[in-house]
């Protein structure tokens, strides 16, 4: 089985009072109550975090492959984490 999550997360950011709107993919092999996704994002927001920081801690939250894509600035940030398909070879250090 193979289960894919998708959603729309605000993050607080780092340097300014605003925040930060990412597409996220949560991808694991089990089943995963959204409502544990939720809790994950909420707890993930409890802080501002850059958008690799805050991936880094959904996939340790929720034991599965994180992926978020921002827009800052006008560059689109695409993270991986967790999982063994991840693209980019594993954990953003």
């Not at 927001?45 to 827009?71: D, H």
Request: proline residues 3%; hydrophobic residues 40%.
């Amino acid at each position: 089985m193979r289960v894919e999550h998708t959603l729309e997360a605000v993050a607080r950011l780092v340097h300014r009072a605003d925040r930060d709107r990412y597409e996220v993919r949560v991808r694991c092999n089990r089943v995963l109550p959204v409502e544990d996704i939720l809790k994950a994002v909420a707890e993930a927001n409890a802080k501002p975090l850059y958008q690799e920081a805050f991936t880094q801690m959904l996939s340790r939250l929720l034991a599965a492959e994180v992926e978020t894509v921002g827009w800052h600035s006008g560059v689109t940030t695409r993270v991986v984490c967790g999982g063994e398909s991840s693209s980019f070879g594993g954990n953003v250090p």
